[in-house]
């Protein structure tokens, strides 16, 4: 490898998804469809009849997601061994319990999709046309109540395949976790991209991070479409995003491209960028983002300390050094 920097910023890439593919596999396992590409579980109806109501293609979509992923991770141990660096290895803590619902394999897991607290506010920062993250702007939430509590993202167990409107909004958490997780991935390429010095592990990162972006626009797309209800076990409310006190340009869901923004300074005329992309803390900040998002609840002290490494090595990488 040319530099540490570069290894480094690899190595929390292939870490981050790893654990990307991960929680990928649990929702396919229930969600998706499971062949040769993806083998794992043998999907839920039910889950599935839910997750359609935000598309008729999300098994397909979810499958396909999973697919990317498990490449990512291991393009990217393979491309470090190749340049004599480290691969990154998590199986050893792969401790966390799996879904007890039918469907879902009974193996040892990394991330937990039972326990979330979604930010949703992706879902009004790509749809403001005057604030940038990257300015020290801050975003509405679209559903409020997704970042206030911890709900599951996949059926518990059979018992959460009822009521209608439980398992409903255990799939609308879905749909909504979905574009959360690779609008991080959007973002995190392009902000560690500026601190590489090899022109070839450039070219990798240049060459996943649009992947990453096909994802974000595609689940941005189905999250609009999850059915406005509240779930009558612990009174999680999806808005209907098209009505007051919602509505307007900040929640409308057919408005699923970058709004034009300000980017830099804000002298400069908008521009429909990628956003945030400032690369000062952006592996940290990934970091916390997952954190935050309650998946990685039940973990040990010995994994957040290896990951917070990880990411504090990305961080400190500069160019030509």
């Given at each position: 490898?040319?530099?540490?920097?570069?290894?480094?910023?690899?190595?929390?890439?292939?870490?981050?998804?790893?654990?990307?593919?991960?929680?990928?596999?649990?929702?396919?396992?229930?969600?998706?469809?499971?062949?040769?590409?993806?083998?794992?579980?043998?999907?839920?109806?039910?889950?599935?009849?839910?997750?359609?109501?935000?598309?008729?293609?999300?098994?397909?979509?979810?499958?396909?997601?999973?697919?990317?992923?498990?490449?990512?991770?291991?393009?990217?141990?393979?491309?470090?061994?190749?340049?004599?660096?480290?691969?990154?290895?998590?199986?050893?803590?792969?401790?966390?319990?799996?879904?007890?619902?039918?469907?879902?394999?009974?193996?040892?897991?990394?991330?937990?999709?039972?326990?979330?607290?979604?930010?949703?506010?992706?879902?009004?920062?790509?749809?403001?046309?005057?604030k940038n993250p990257?300015?020290?702007?801050?975003?509405?939430?679209?559903?409020?109540?997704?970042?206030?509590?911890?709900?599951?993202?996949?059926?518990?167990?059979?018992?959460?395949?009822?009521?209608?409107?439980?398992?409903?909004?255990?799939?609308?958490?879905?749909?909504?976790?979905?574009?959360?997780?690779?609008?991080?991935?959007?973002?995190?390429?392009?902000?560690?991209?500026?601190?590489?010095?090899?022109?070839?592990?450039?070219?990798?990162?240049?060459?996943?991070?649009?992947?990453?972006?096909?994802?974000?626009?595609?689940?941005?797309?189905k999250a609009g479409?999850?059915?406005?209800?509240?779930?009558?076990?612990?009174?999680?409310?999806?808005?209907?995003?098209?009505?007051?006190?919602?509505?307007?340009?900040?929640?409308?869901?057919?408005?699923?491209?970058?709004?034009?923004?300000?980017?830099?300074?804000?002298?400069?005329?908008?521009?429909?960028?990628?956003?945030?992309?400032?690369?000062?803390?952006?592996?940290?900040?990934?970091?916390?983002?997952?954190?935050?998002?309650?998946?990685?609840?039940?973990?040990?002290?010995?994994?957040?300390?290896?990951?917070?490494?990880?990411?504090?090595?990305?961080?400190?990488?500069?160019?030509?050094?």
């Amino acid at each position: 490898m040319r530099t540490k920097g570069d290894e480094a910023i690899l190595r929390f890439l292939a870490a981050a998804e790893i654990l990307e593919t991960d929680l990928w596999q649990q929702y396919n396992e229930l969600g998706g469809i499971q062949d040769k590409e993806v083998p794992g579980g043998s999907g839920n109806p039910t889950y599935i009849k839910a997750l359609s109501k935000l598309d008729s293609d999300m098994s397909q979509y979810i499958h396909d997601n999973t697919d990317d992923e498990f490449s990512h991770f291991t393009f990217i141990n393979a491309y470090l061994i190749s340049r004599g660096g480290q691969p990154v290895n998590l199986d050893k803590f792969r401790t966390l319990p799996s879904s007890k619902a039918t469907g879902a394999q009974q193996i040892g897991r990394l991330t937990n999709l039972m326990q979330l607290t979604v930010d949703t506010s992706w879902w009004t920062r790509y749809r403001s046309d005057n604030k940038n993250p990257d300015l020290g702007d801050t975003f509405p939430q679209a559903v409020p109540g997704l970042s206030k509590g911890k709900f599951p993202a996949i059926p518990r167990s059979d018992a959460d395949l009822k009521p209608h409107n439980h398992i409903q909004a255990i799939a609308n958490t879905a749909g909504f976790h979905f574009a959360f997780i690779e609008q991080g991935g959007t973002s995190l390429y392009p902000s560690l991209a500026q601190r590489v010095t090899d022109v070839e592990v450039l070219r990798v990162l240049l060459s996943i991070g649009p992947t990453e972006t096909a994802h974000f626009q595609t689940w941005h797309d189905k999250a609009g479409n999850a059915p406005a209800l509240t779930d009558p076990t612990n009174g999680l409310v999806f808005p209907d995003l098209n009505s007051p006190p919602f509505g307007g340009e900040l929640f409308q869901t057919n408005l699923i491209m970058p709004e034009p923004t300000v980017f830099l300074d804000r002298k400069f005329p908008v521009v429909s960028i990628i956003r945030p992309t400032e690369t000062q803390g952006a592996a940290m900040g990934a970091l916390k983002a997952l954190t935050d998002d309650g998946l990685f609840i039940g973990q040990s002290k010995e994994f957040f300390a290896l990951l917070k490494e990880l990411a504090q090595e990305a961080d400190a990488a500069q160019r030509g050094v």
